[in-house]
């Protein structure tokens, strides 16, 4: 009893601590933020030199735990001397960097603030999946998710993940993931920026002191992510996935955390959501490390709202357009596609309607409202340009206003597959010569590419060309390039 009564006066304490330290995390992450990585599609070998400097920092070990499929070293990073064993890993599907990036800056942190670690010693798996990294797939060079195969071990890189495991008996676990960025925190308009789950270990779901320690874990989590992302954070589905690692380290013993880096606004390479992962697992480590995470509850983590997929880039409601000689009202859901280029380590956005009707349930990270705006499908301007450079000089807000969303180029270099300016380009030499005796398309389509013209008061007021809003009278806002086709 004594001993419980102990407790109970040393929590708020502890919770005093805590909320100081995540603040101070916060406030001086750019101290630490690893400035080397700045997008999503890093490779491999831009990591490598990161990772063998490790090697030789005080305190850090490098363990090589194997190879990918192509031949590619998979490394573990090590920190501190307690019994405890915490197993992190990040890029099992090779398009979801997020978390990985994070890793790096976690490091720097930890190289001047080890004494967070206390009782614990931590690993770190950055990628797991580099084959996948090297294309930004999700999938590893066999083809294999490699989060599917948990069971059957097929692919070197599942066995390396098991035997890691295996050979720590690790007692937490972080799953470390992205999900897309259309997800919400249900029933609202706030995109999941980060989403927890504690993995079911049983299609029953039943609760394990394991499991129970993971939902407290997330708690802790969601607490100081809430200061920064209020009301972006979701709960993960925790239907059961026999296949799957992290409800397989949950059924191995290993108390396991699923953190999923979904969207933000304004933040598509996901450095926001970087600073709060490392913001989040920072946080977990050293309530894990204190055991301050056992004063949380499970209903906290049950509080959190549940994911849910009702997001687009761009939402226009109540737009009325005319067809076959009637008008319809209807909202529309578009996504903007990312298209890479040929070695994957850029791209550029395709808008894509992907939802037309009535969509009052669902909601955009922008909105634009077309009620009392006249409908015009835009034009082509008549003027065919010899080239590129005659393409710079135009006045494209005045084309805009003049009902044009597109200009055509006779000579247009191949290597040009976007433009940075609000209107859309023809290649001429790709134009398609049109069937005869086709019924008319509906000026908007679903599953293509949406550019027209918003009128009010017989003016061009709005532009949406591939996608992207332009306001005519206002500064650009969010268009980030026109389509070449």
Not at 23 to 52: C, N
Not at 120 to 125: P, Y
Not at 227 to 238: E, L
Not at 244 to 261: C, H, P, R, V, Y
Request: proline fraction near 4%.
């Amino acid at each position: 009893h004594m001993t419980k009564y102990l407790l109970l006066l040393l929590l708020p304490l502890m919770t005093i601590g805590q909320e100081n330290f995540d603040q101070v995390l916060f406030e001086q992450y750019d101290r630490y933020k690893e400035k080397s990585i700045e997008t999503r599609r890093f490779k491999h070998k831009d990591i490598q030199p990161l990772i063998e400097a490790l090697g030789k920092e005080n305190g850090f070990s490098v363990t090589s735990l194997g190879v990918s499929i192509q031949g590619r070293s998979i490394s573990m990073i090590s920190v501190g001397t307690g019994e405890a064993d915490v197993l992190l890993w990040s890029q099992m599907h090779g398009d979801e960097s997020t978390a990985t990036m994070a890793m790096f800056d976690i490091f720097n942190y930890l190289k001047e603030n080890g004494g967070i670690l206390e009782g614990l010693k931590v690993h770190f798996i950055p990628m797991l999946n580099p084959d996948g990294a090297e294309l930004f797939q999700r999938r590893n060079a066999l083809g294999i998710d490699i989060n599917r195969d948990a069971l059957r071990l097929q692919s070197p890189e599942s066995r390396i993940l098991k035997a890691a495991r295996d050979s720590l008996e690790a007692d937490y676990g972080f799953n470390l993931h992205d999900q897309s960025r259309y997800y919400n925190a249900e029933k609202t308009a706030k995109p999941a920026t980060l989403s927890f789950l504690a993995p079911a270990f049983n299609d029953e779901k039943d609760m394990s002191e394991k499991r129970g320690d993971a939902m407290k874990i997330i708690a802790m989590m969601n607490e100081v992510v809430q200061k920064h992302a209020k009301g972006q954070v979701g709960r993960y589905s925790d239907a059961f996935e026999p296949r799957a690692f992290g409800d397989n380290m949950q059924k191995w013993g290993t108390s396991t955390i699923l953190i999923e880096s979904g969207g933000h606004p304004e933040d598509r390479e996901k450095q926001f959501i970087r600073k709060l992962n490392y913001l989040s697992i920072l946080t977990a480590i050293k309530g894990i490390s204190d055991q301050s995470f056992k004063a949380r509850s499970t209903k906290a983590y049950w509080d959190i709202p549940r994911n849910d997929r009702k997001l687009f880039d761009l939402k226009i409601e109540n737009l009325t357009f005319p067809y076959l000689g009637a008008t319809y009202t209807v909202d529309l859901g578009i996504i903007y596609n990312e298209i890479e280029n040929n070695n994957h380590s850029d791209f550029y956005l395709v808008g894509k309607i992907v939802d037309i009707g009535d969509l009052s349930t669902h909601y955009g990270y922008e909105t634009l409202s077309a009620e009392g705006f006249t409908f015009k499908t835009g034009e082509t301007y008549p003027t065919i340009l010899s080239d590129f450079e005659e393409f710079r000089e135009l006045d494209i807000p005045q084309l805009l206003r003049d009902g044009y969303t597109s200009v055509s180029i006779s000579d247009l270099p191949p290597e040009i597959k976007f433009v940075t300016a609000p209107i859309n380009v023809i290649d001429i030499s790709k134009i398609k010569i049109p069937r005869n005796n086709e019924m008319p398309r509906s000026p908007v389509n679903f599953g293509k590419n949406p550019t027209f013209l918003l009128l009010k008061n017989d003016q061009v007021a709005y532009a949406v060309v591939n996608g992207f809003v332009y306001r005519i009278d206002g500064p650009v806002n969010g268009v980030k390039n026109g389509l070449v086709e």
